[in-house]
């Protein structure tokens, strides 16, 4: 269920407490591109850690890479991805704004869809206690009218985009009187595709000859790497090469903060297996990477696969793994079967033969390839939308990130509880031993209250106050994040408190 509200208050509390913002913001900004801010770097690195140690250091057949963003440009004419790599635009000739011609015809039937959804509601409080939802969506007229409207806008944009018949996804766009959301207008372009890759230039001289692409996905870099990976670490089939870094689309529609960006983050993965093998890797992958999405505490019903019934030529199977989101269930992460088309492509391109020898058979022959790609920024958005929460407590609201300990900015603040009597020295000290293992951090100003506070809002798991009695005892107040229990434990047992609820291990051991 969506929740529009809730996900304003997330953007703002991103921006207000130093997890993400809007890129060169003192200029006005740049659409679609955000900027990550002290707690929201540490939050990503985390989550990029997380991801990383358990596909490489859990598995011993996955390896990493750190390819560049500049490729060769016949890369990219190799992965279909300039001849392909488009979405249909049209834009409106009185606002002069550009809209992806499928997304105008979604947004359409999601307005109709709501239309549904109020007759539903409206229904629902006339007839009371005995009201059939199923029965009354089978046979009300205006139901039934409007689920016909959805049903052949969908039907029309597939066959349309299926066949590349964009005069065909015009003509539904003006035959179901869209307009323009700015100038309220029908005066529509044609629709035209649109490359989605940014070019630029190797060299000082502009002369067109040497331009080259950002790359759109980081895959391609696994895929040229594969024959190099390959020989140097002597793997055998099947085996996995993994990476993360920027990748760069030209979104017309960017929209929904973090969620679709101009310049981005992924996490992707190649598994290389022994045609034939691949579904069996396939539905593997599909069931751990979901396994490992829940391991962050997010309920299953927060969770779906979305199977994909149309597919690209060249893969056998296609998965979304999608999360509700507080404006509905959207991808996060993709897990695609796509045979031995990238190796086979790159093959024919550079003419070198990617082909892998399999001494048990006496064969050479191009792997196939399971993919799962995830968007870290997807994810980061999606553990920040779960994390955050409003609570009453003695008649105030406190907001809080109820993120889990392992991925949390800060693992914990030390906190004297007033500026003397020996406390803020004896903090400090706590805070130099545990600085080497932890990132920790330290604040004296303003009242105990509003220190936990602010802790609760950046998602801290742990406060330790530090007063009069920890000079005499030894030991410490230590506040727990989600329960704001308190509990006096001894200085010399901190390191190993925090290394119990902090550690990643505590993720990694559950997907083992
Ligand atoms: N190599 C396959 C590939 O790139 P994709 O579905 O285009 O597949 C994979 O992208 C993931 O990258 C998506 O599931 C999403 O999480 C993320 N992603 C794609 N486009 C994005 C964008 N414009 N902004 C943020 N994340 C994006």
């Known amino acids: 269920m969506g929740n529009p509200a809730i996900f304003e208050k997330v953007i703002s509390h991103c921006k207000e407490y130093g997890f993400v913002f809007p ?12 900027d990550y801010g002290q707690n929201g770097v540490e939050l990503k690195n985390n989550l990029r850690s997380y991801w990383w140690k358990s596909m490489t250091q859990l598995n011993q057949n996955i390896v990493g890479i750190d390819a560049s963003i500049f490729m060769h440009p016949k890369v990219w004419k190799a992965s279909g991805h300039v001849d392909g790599f488009s979405d249909p635009m049209i834009d409106n000739k009185d606002s002069k704004k550009r809209y992806r011609a499928d997304v105008l015809l979604e947004d359409h039937q ?3 869809r709501l239309k549904i959804e109020k007759e539903l509601e409206k229904a629902a409080t006339r007839f009371g206690e005995g009201f059939d939802e199923i029965v009354f969506k089978q046979t009300n007229s205006r139901i039934l009218e409007y689920q016909k409207q959805v049903d052949h806008i969908y039907t029309v944009m597939r066959e349309g985009l299926e066949k590349g018949d964009l005069a065909m996804i015009k003509e539904l766009i003006v035959a179901e009187g869209i307009v323009c959301p700015l100038s309220g207008s029908r005066n529509w372009t044609d629709v035209r595709q649109f490359n989605l890759m940014y070019s630029t230039q190797m060299s000082a001289t502009d002369s067109g000859e040497d331009s080259l692409y950002l790359r759109p996905e980081t895959a391609q870099g696994i895929f040229v790497n594969f024959l ?5 670490s002597r793997l055998k089939l099947p085996f996995g090469i993994v990476q993360t870094g920027k990748a760069f689309r030209n979104e017309i529609v960017a929209r ?14 190649q598994f290389f297996c022994k045609p034939g093998t691949e579904l069996e890797f396939y539905e593997f992958w599909k069931a751990h990477r979901l396994k490992w999405h829940k391991t962050l505490g997010t309920p299953d019903s927060k969770y779906r696969f979305h199977e994909h019934v149309k597919l690209a030529h060249y893969a056998n199977a296609a998965v979304d793994i999608e999360y509700d989101f507080p404006f509905g269930f959207k991808e996060v992460e993709g897990i695609h079967s796509r045979k031995d088309f990238d190796l086979s492509k790159h093959e024919e391109y550079s003419g070198k033969k990617m082909r892998y020898f399999d001494s048990e058979t006496n064969e050479s022959y191009i792997p196939c390839v399971v993919e799962t ?14 994390a955050y929460s409003e609570e009453e407590v003695n008649g105030d609201t406190r907001t809080v990130l109820k993120l889990h300990p392992a991925i949390a900015p800060v693992k914990a603040a030390i906190l004297p509880l007033i500026k003397k009597d020996g406390l803020p020295e004896l903090a400090e000290k706590i ?3 545990l600085r080497m293992d932890f990132n920790v951090y330290i604040e004296d100003k303003d009242s105990i209250g509003k220190r936990y506070r602010r ?6 798991p ?38 119990d609820a902090v550690n990643m291990n505590c993720l990694l051991k559950q997907l083992l």
């Open 373 to 386: 790609s995830i968007g870290l920024d997807r994810l980061f958005l999606l553990a920040v939308c779960e």
């Open 431 to 433: 805070y130099n031993d």
């Open 256 to 269: 929904q903060f973090i969620m679709r960006m101009k310049e981005f983050e992924q996490m992707e993965m």
């Open 455 to 460: 802790m609760d809002a950046i998602g801290t």
């Open 110 to 112: 999601e307005k109709i």
């Open 462 to 499: 742990f406060c330790i106050t530090v007063d009069h009695d920890s000079i005499l005892q030894g030991d410490v107040t230590i506040r727990h994040r989600d329960s704001m229990e308190q509990q006096r434990v001894n200085i010399k047992d901190l390191s190993k408190i925090l290394n």
């Open 23 to 34: 890129s060169s913001d003192i200029y006005g900004g740049l659409t679609a591109v955000y």
């Open 228 to 232: 190099h990976v390959q020989k140097t």
